[in-house]
């Protein structure tokens, strides 16, 4: 009968076998992805003080790259697709053979992360690659597994995010083009709007007019008040929330009512360094991601250099663009400039102030790369002990957001109550504060009792994002 239908109706029947093709092919890498995955996942959560890993089931590693990151990468695919017209105009009539091989590397990809397929070795000019290339060939040599789900999960996300840039920093034409763009640009354009509100009250608080005295009382209490400001701006993460642009921004009206899911707060010790006898010579601040936490960044800065005396602060960037929404140098100049140009004034007041430390470098700006290694912090000093030296001689560095904090720990299944010293490992010596919203189940310096509480009213408290920490190390 079937074959009678296709003889008769020729057309509907091509399209009914092509559609029984479509769903037996999707039916064949189902059954591939689940065999791929049954040989490397186990059904329970990490060791305790083991660095986490997507092959265990029971942690948050393995929805992340089983569900969270898939869903990133078909979204890069799909931007592809629908702005194909406008990438070649923008990049020439030749890209369009670039897109085509663009499409089948990205699609590569989500099947090598889906089926825990091997890494492989960089081999485009970037300045990383050897980086990379030396650390796949350490690992290698070891023994160590080199896949999505067996490999510890930093190593893996981080590898997943420069094997991105790599599709396209071997091509010719579309080397430059950032894949995240179409998805930072309407959040900035929101976040930019949003943050009006909270800008004029800071103008007409006269928070930021060095002709208008303050009391120290007033200057640690608004210090105290931006810090937490820049600490909740963080929950807006575009790759947790797998590009999702509808995420809440209305959390700085909003910082005094969490003050108790600030799990700790280390605000006092801090202050006293920033507004010690002795002026800071600079602040280095490790961004995390764009858009409304950038602007929080960049008003925190503001005050440390109008009324805490720091002489310079140095924003750390990253030198591509990263986990969708991280700061780049080109984000970072162009948040200031739309600031700038906007039509209203006290959106000018301050991109103007902000153009006006670059340009005197009261402001300095770099992008280092070992930021997009996949590597724990405590590696610096064995992988670049030059930088390493730099940040330890820093007076203060301002760690910002999820990523540069399990970085900071390690990335390890740590005891809650672990100091956060240990878990600093070889980079304790550093005078650090992080400020991070809680988005993966790795955290260290909770006092006892703490974490028990918190998951009888909150289970996913870990990575949900509602809970932040401003914590505190001396370098001691």
């Known amino acids: 009968y079937s074959g009678c239908m296709y003889l008769c109706i020729p057309r509907l029947g091509t ?4 559609d029984r093709l479509s769903s037996f092919w999707a039916l064949k890498k189902e059954e591939e992805i689940e065999e791929s995955l049954m040989k490397v996942l186990k059904d329970v959560g990490p060791p305790p003080s083991a660095p986490l890993a997507a092959k265990y089931k029971r942690s948050f590693a393995f929805p992340s790259m089983n569900e969270r990151v898939p869903v990133i990468i078909t979204k890069i695919i799909d931007y592809i697709v629908r702005d194909k017209k406008n990438i070649i105009q923008n990049f020439g009539e030749n890209a369009e053979e670039e897109i085509k091989a663009v499409i089948g590397e990205i699609s590569e990809l989500k099947n090598h992360l889906q089926t825990a397929k091997c890494f492989q070795e960089f081999s485009s000019d970037s300045p990383d690659t050897e980086l990379w290339n030396s650390e796949i060939r350490n690992r290698k040599s070891k023994g160590d597994p080199l896949n999505y789900y067996e490999s510890d999960w930093l190593f893996s996300e981080c590898y997943l995010y420069r094997r991105i840039k790599e599709i396209f920093a071997t091509k010719k034409l579309l080397c430059n083009l950032d894949p995240f763009s179409y998805q930072k640009e309407p959040v900035l354009s929101q976040s930019i709007e949003d943050l009006g509100p909270h800008l004029r009250r800071l103008i007409d608080q006269k928070v930021f007019d060095k002709d208008h005295q303050l009391s120290p009382t007033d200057i640690k209490s608004n210090l105290s008040y931006l810090i937490k400001c820049s600490l909740w701006a963080n929950r807006m993460d575009m790759s947790l929330s797998g590009g999702n642009t509808d995420v809440a921004l209305d959390v700085i009206d909003l910082v005094h009512n969490w003050d108790s899911n600030i799990l700790v707060d280390h605000t006092d010790q801090v202050s006293s360094i ?3 006898k002795d002026p800071l010579d600079v602040v280095d601040l490790v961004t995390d991601n764009g858009a409304i936490e950038l602007l929080n960044d960049l008003i925190l800065a503001d005050f440390l250099v109008t009324r805490c005396r720091v002489k310079k602060v140095h924003f750390r960037v990253k030198p591509m663009y990263w986990y ?16 700038s140009r906007h039509s209203l004034d006290h959106y000018k007041f301050f991109g103007t102030r902000w153009r006006s430390f670059i340009d005197q470098g009261i402001w300095e700006v770099s992008s280092e790369t070992f930021w997009c290694l996949g590597l724990p912090y405590s590696d610096m000093a064995r992988v670049d002990p030059a930088f390493f030296a730099e940040l330890k001689a820093s007076p203060l560095v301002i760690f910002k957001g999820d990523l540069n904090y399990r970085k900071l720990v390690q990335d390890r299944n740590w005891k809650t109550t672990t100091s956060f010293s240990e878990a600093l490992g070889d980079f304790s010596p550093v005078v650090l504060l992080a400020l991070r919203t809680c988005k993966a189940d790795t955290i260290a310096g ?23 920490l401003i914590q505190f190390n001396s370098g001691q």
């Open 15 to 18: 399209y009914l076998l092509h």
């Open 274 to 276: 920033v507004l010690g």
């Open 324 to 339: 969708v929404s991280d700061v780049t140098q080109h984000d970072f100049h162009s948040t200031i400039n739309i600031i």
């Open 446 to 468: 909770l006092e006892p009792g703490t974490a028990e509480n918190i998951s009888k009213q909150s289970p996913d408290w870990m990575v949900s994002g509602e809970y932040g």
